[in-house]
């Protein structure tokens, strides 16, 4: 079993714990049992703050006999570092009467640091479309913004933040028209995964109508599903012009 496990009698007090609980905090298991579980399993918030221990599941299920999972806290080793787990508690009844509890951990050490590099690998897409001098936007599969560049927002004047979520149709700086005939091309490039190149028209932020290059190209996920789409377009307005 690679998830810790312990039991806790009404006071509080640890009456069995499991090998992979020891392995995990560095305790043998004579060391923990009989032990509080408020004083010997310190745990605290995410960012190292302590957590009171009338806020912890631990302690709450032993008072209302409510089961709770707790996706991100921090128990510390007998060694003083910190491992971060999700943990479960399950509330034990005898005869109709509330006595104690099982708590369930699993060190989620290796998702946190793969959500970090996940996080930093975004961050570092985000600074090379930012870069970019043309507009960049994409969207998920269904057809909703995921996010735009720099120079997407000064085009249209607009802020990314405020449109993440929203499809083309709830985009009230473009015509309705237009709207309408973005928003199902977009959700037929999603669908067949495929690319779109063309010269179009499309009304910037200055309130004039410029001549674009538009491509766009749909995704798959890993799976083979439709992932959504990433587009871009450059002003030849001026090329138009001469």
Known sequence: VNEGMVGIDIRGSLTFANPAVSAMLGYSVAELLGQSIHSTLH???????????????????????????????VLWRKDGSDVPVEYTT??????????????????????????????????????????????????GPDACYLGFNRAYEQTFGVVGTNLIGKNVLQLDYLPE?????????DQDIIAQCSAVQKE????????????????VNGFRNIDG????????????????EA
């Open 90 to 139: 399950t509330p034990i009844y005898k005869e109709g009467t509330l006595v104690g509890s099982v708590v369930t951990f699993r060190d989620i050490s290796e998702r946190l640091a793969a959500a970090k590099v996940l996080a930093q690998e975004r961050a570092q897409l985000q600074a090379i479309l930012s870069t970019i001098p043309y507009p960049v936007f994409y969207k």
């Open 225 to 240: 599903t439709p992932g959504g789409l990433v587009g871009t377009f450059a002003d030849i307005s001026p090329m138009v």
């Open 43 to 73: 745990h605290s918030y995410p960012d190292g703050s302590a957590l009171p221990v009338a806020e912890s599941a631990m302690h709450l299920t032993l008072i209302d006999g409510v089961a709770r999972t707790v996706d991100n806290e």
């Open 177 to 185: 028209s237009d709207r309408l005939a973005y928003h199902a091309e």
């Open 200 to 215: 179009m028209q499309i009304r910037f932020a200055d309130g004039k109508v410029h001549d674009t290059l538009y491509y």
